[in-house]
């Protein structure tokens, strides 16, 4: 039987919103060249190409991006799910952001992609850095959410 490998991008193959490492690049590589490896993720290609170095995506088989509503296949498009989110959704997603208690909202809430809409009252273009979010820790606090090192 020939076995398939998937592996998740974002937090698995790399650090979380960060490049692969060097050591993963290799230990990858040489991984890929011996099994039949696709790649998977929520994000789109464009984070995809911020996160994994050419030289691995030319090795893997395919990748599936925006939670497999997008698949590419040597640098292609093999298939596209198209999504047009209700307006309602929109203006409730809207509602919700305004009336959160999160103390910080600014920048990007909204993300439509092939197949996904993304929502964060945190944000969804914040650059992720080990040990830090936007919330302090009173908020967290006062919501029981436990610390998080990275």
Not at 2 to 14: C, S
Not at 17 to 37: A, I, S, W, Y
Request: proline share 7%.
């Amino acid at each position: 039987m020939k076995r398939i490998y998937i592996f998740d991008i974002d937090g698995t193959l790399t650090p979380p919103r960060l490049p692969m490492t060097e050591e993963m690049v290799g230990l990858f590589t040489d991984f890929c060249k011996d099994h039949k490896v696709f790649l998977a993720t929520g994000s789109d290609i464009v984070k995809v190409e911020e996160q994994v170095p050419l030289a691995i995506r030319q090795l893997v088989k395919g990748i599936f991006t925006c939670s497999g509503n997008k698949f590419f296949q040597d640098e292609r498009v093999i298939y596209e799910k198209e999504f047009s989110p209700p307006k309602e959704l929109i203006r409730l997603l809207e509602d919700w952001l305004k009336y959160s208690s999160y103390p910080v909202k600014t920048g990007h809430h909204l993300e439509i992609r092939p197949g996904v809409l993304n929502f964060s009252t945190e944000r969804k273009d914040n650059i992720y850095v080990p040990g830090f979010r936007l919330c302090d820790w009173r908020t967290d606090k006062r919501r029981h959410i436990p610390e998080r090192d990275g």
